[in-house]
């Protein structure tokens, strides 16, 4: 409601700035104003001010009565997450601190867990979603996802969001999801409160702009922007939460490579490192299902040879870190940048450099298939060497690398049976390509040029949404072939050191029974020790008929099935392309057959099991 001039003592002037401050006051300072009034009615003023209240206070209470007649700007926000690895889901909810601070009532909320009759009644929603794969949502944003895509979608004008999206550059479908739920939250008639934020994996900054976006925008559609002033606070589950520790994504732990071992035998065309690092006086803690990230360095080869094909000097100094802090070319190349991937933006950058009209007609949006042929399995030096001759100097350079993104491993260790240590299992990738050998920049240096005592630098990736049961006598069933078996090696030692009693089942594969079954000796004991109650394996090259673990599965079906029934959780790790997918139809087949259902039927138990989170997948 607004103070009209012809029904008040105001000027027009008057008016227009009491009608501007009026909307601003929250629920307390309109209580306040009201007791102001009451005081100076009461006579509890000096003579002088009370004659002046007299003066202003008709006017002043019916403007206290407009604002309180009028509907309150809603100061309520939903935040939902669909996240694989952690990352969203951390995000949402540092966003969702920083509101609370701000007197805001949030509700935050897996996408998977969210009840969709709410949408319709909610003010202001912020997603915050990654993309997994190629293209697709995160596990626990698929409901969610085909519920906005379904009829059952309701119109939502009124509503007001923004999206932050999380992806990868060097995926074609770079984040995908977030465009999709942004996309389709506009066409349901909701109006964007912030534009969208696509973030690369150096996600920290653009995800922090895209808060302050928010939170400004809020500010603004709810006239809250008083309460600033608290929200630096820290929300009570904030306050509540135990000190962490210095060492994060941003302030890696610089942890001691304590043993490093080739898990395969002799004769093996594989070879896969376990991996024991210290993580003495870090304060680092994690669970099992949680990842160690690490920041690599690139293999010094390949940083020469890009430095020599552009005759540089490898002692040039450049800006190589935040903050524009300096180093030499070489030492920027080898720890700062990313040198091995190509990707859209990168070569878009690039052929600002050189008059090289083949690099433009590659990067032209029809030419979206030759763009995707080129850069797979090319790294920088075959673009300088393909598109020359450049002009580009170091310092150009670097200003349009993305910098190094971490590695993420699945932990194969219980923090409570090796205290200040944490183990990995690592596979070393090596293939050829347009002509030249190429590795895995992390898997080939802790392969070829790490040796115990150097020192790694990482941090702790927590993952929510791959964890053992809350009740320790829940049964679980393990899918891990190759390095996938990782994490299942830590929620085993983590069940044997808290004694429980629920029954295990491990469905573990590889090529080769011999040189290629990576912790079996540690699987032989637990199955001993009835730690390990059953145990699966199934070996692709020892028989004419290649053999993976789904066939495994089929194989056992019935009794699958029955623990399915008894309440067991099923974990999968690994291969996403491939692996994820076979077992995920093996599960539906299962499930189809054993329990008598069609195949709607057999999709919707799946997708229940997922929703009681009674399903959790690490694939990549």
């Known amino acids: 409601m607004q103070l009209k001039v012809t029904n008040s003592p105001f000027t027009e002037e008057q008016a227009e700035l009491l009608n501007k401050l009026l909307p601003t006051l929250t629920e307390a300072q309109t209580q306040w104003l009201g007791g102001f009034l009451t005081f100076y009615r009461a006579g509890a003023a000096s003579a002088e001010t009370a004659a002046s209240a007299q003066l202003i206070a008709p006017a002043l209470e019916q403007a206290v009565q407009a604002v309180a007649s009028a509907p309150a700007a809603p100061r309520e926000a939903t935040i939902l997450f669909g996240s694989q690895t952690g990352n969203s889901q951390r995000l949402a909810g540092k966003l969702a601190d920083k509101l609370k601070g701000q007197g805001f009532e949030v509700t935050l909320s897996a996408m998977s867990a969210y009840k969709t009759n709410g949408l319709k009644k909610t003010a202001h929603l912020f997603i915050v979603a990654s993309t997994h794969g190629e293209g697709d949502p995160p596990d626990n944003a698929l409901t969610f996802h085909e519920f906005l895509y379904s009829k059952r979608a309701p119109k939502l004008d009124g509503l007001k969001f923004s999206v932050l999206a999380l992806g990868d550059t060097s995926y074609e479908f770079f984040c995908k999801t977030g465009i999709d739920f942004d996309e389709r939250l506009a066409e349901l008639g909701a109006e964007r409160l912030a534009d969208r934020v696509d973030c690369d994996l150096d996600f920290e900054a653009p995800a922090g702009e895209w808060m302050a976006s928010v939170i400004g925008a809020l500010d603004a559609a709810t006239g809250t922007g008083t309460a600033a002033a608290t929200a630096g606070a820290p929300s009570a589950s904030a306050a509540a939460a135990p000190a962490e520790s210095e060492y994060s994504r941003s302030n890696p732990f610089k942890a001691e490579v304590l043993t490093t071992i080739n898990l395969n035998g002799r004769g093996s065309d594989r070879e896969t490192r376990h991996l024991e690092l210290s993580l003495e006086g870090s304060d680092l803690s994690y669970e099992p299902g949680d990842c160690v990230g690490i920041y690599p360095e690139n293999d010094p080869a390949l940083v020469d040879a890009i430095i020599a094909a552009m005759n540089w000097s490898p002692s040039e100094v450049v800006v190589s870190g935040k903050d524009g802090d300096e180093g030499t070319l070489r030492s920027a190349l080898l720890r700062q940048f990313e040198i091995t991937v190509l990707t859209k933006p990168l070569l878009e950058k690039a052929a600002a450099f050189t008059d090289n009209g083949q690099l433009a007609e590659l990067i032209a949006p029809e030419k979206k298939a030759e763009l995707k042929a080129y850069t797979n399995g090319r790294d920088l030096l075959d673009l300088l060497q393909d598109f020359g001759p450049w002009k580009l100097t170091a310092a150009n350079l670097v200003s349009i690398l993305r910098k190094m993104p971490p590695r993420l491993y699945s932990i194969a260790s219980s923090n409570k049976a090796n205290e200040d240590e944490v183990h990995l299992t690592i596979r070393k990738v090596e293939y050829e390509a347009h002509g030249r050998a190429r590795g895995g920049v992390c898997s080939v240096q802790v392969s070829e040029r790490l040796a115990e005592g150097d020192t790694l630098p990482i941090f702790i990736q927590h993952n929510p949404n791959f964890k053992l049961p809350a009740n320790p006598e829940t049964p679980i069933i393990m899918v891990g072939p190759g390095t996938g078996v990782a994490p299942f090696r830590a929620f085993l030692e983590e069940r044997e050191e808290l004694g429980s009693e629920g029954k295990t089942w491990l469905f573990y594969g590889d090529r080769h029974f011999v040189t290629d079954f990576l912790y079996q000796t540690d699987w032989q004991r637990m199955l001993k020790d009835g730690v390990l109650t059953k145990l699966d394996v199934a070996f692709s090259r020892d028989s004419k008929e290649k053999v993976y673990v789904q066939h495994r599965m089929l194989q056992q079906a019935a009794e699958l099935y029955a623990w ?50 009674r399903y959790q997948r690490d694939v990549y």
């Open 564 to 613: 399915l029934q008894e309440g067991a959780h099923v974990y999968v790790c690994g291969d996403e392309k491939h692996m994820a997918h076979d077992v995920h139809n093996a599960l539906l087949t299962i499930i189809e057959q054993q329990g008598g259902l069609d195949a709607e039927a057999a999709k919707a138990y799946l997708a229940e099991l997922q929703a009681q989170q």
